[in-house]
Nanobody, 124 residues
Framework: QVQLVESGGGLVQAGGSLRLSCAASVRTFSAYSMGWFRQAPGNEREFVAAISWSGRSTAYRDSVKGRFTISRDNAKNTVYLQMNRLKPEDTAVYSC?????????????????WGQGTQVTVSS
């Protein structure tokens, strides 16, 4: 059984920064690619960022490129999302997810374990 626990969300002013963490209880964490997704009220869940098992490959949705950075520490079974220059439209519940396999994927359906999420609120 895989468990994912996110932390680091909160309330921040526009232009500020937050760092989200996702700790995974899974054997061979390095065998999985990881992703971050978000869901704002009234909206469908959307892809934010993903990272390959090695950390060498990453992918981002266009609206966060240059502002968000995904990284991972396989020794700590943890993936991070550094979010800079936050905007009110970034407000959402952010969830991490696990995808079996090495490659990066932006497809939600390929992720089979999900955390409960952490709220990020950006005030204007």
């Amino acid at each position: 059984q895989v468990q994912l626990v996110e932390s680091g969300g909160g309330l921040v002013q526009a232009g500020g920064s937050l760092r989200l963490s996702c700790a995974a209880s899974v054997r061979t964490f390095s065998a999985y690619s990881m992703g971050w997704f978000r869901q704002a009220p009234g909206n469908e869940r959307e892809f934010v960022a993903a990272i390959s098992w090695s950390g060498r490959s990453t992918a981002y949705r266009d609206s966060v490129k240059g502002r968000f950075t995904i990284s991972r520490d396989n020794a700590k079974n943890t993936v991070y999302l550094q979010m800079n220059r936050l905007k009110p439209e970034d407000t959402a519940v952010y969830s991490c997810a696990v995808r079996p396999g090495a490659a990066v994927s932006t497809e939600e359906r390929e992720y089979n374990y999900w955390g409960q999420g952490t709220q990020v609120t950006v005030s204007s």
